[in-house]
């Protein structure tokens, strides 16, 4: 890892100042640092977030480490909802887990946001915002998706730009 701040993490020295700067779209700088924090990651591809879950899954196949030195186990779900519930499990076995979804899949987390929020447990869902389908075609960049899980006690960070 390239990053500054995961150098410290791991005990590594810094370097010069002349850092390695890349150029990503958002899904590829979310892998990044979903791999790199986190033990576990559940997944289950749905459009646009499915880049996120194929390079988690690459990296796992290639042994990539993470900053605790490990390979994170990338396991893809049935469904939204199992990948939902698989997090949950581990995070009520204090492992550190995420998952990747968008659109009709965040809102089939629903029920396990409110359970992972009111356990407190550590946990980051990344969402890459897409619109609810509501008609044939539902590929349009908007925040319905994100809206309508903001009642679930989750804290919410969002970027427009990487």
Known sequence: WSI???????????VSSEEKKVIMDG?????????????????????????MCELAAEWAAQGRKNVFGTTVNVTQMQSEGGAAGALHGVLDRGGLAA??????GLLLMIPNMYIISGQLSPCV??????????HGLSIFAEHTDVMAVRQTGWAMLVANTV
Request: charged share 15%; proline share 6%; hydrophobic share 40%.
């Open 4 to 14: 500054r701040g995961l150098r410290r993490v791991r005990g590594l020295s810094t």
């Open 27 to 51: 899904n590829t700088a979310a892998a990044h640092a979903a791999y790199a924090m986190v033990e576990q990651a559940f997944i289950y591809p749905i459009s646009p977030s499915s880049p």
């Open 99 to 104: 998952t990747f979804t968008c659109s009709q």
């Open 125 to 134: 869902f990344h969402v890459t915002a897409r619109a609810l389908s509501k």
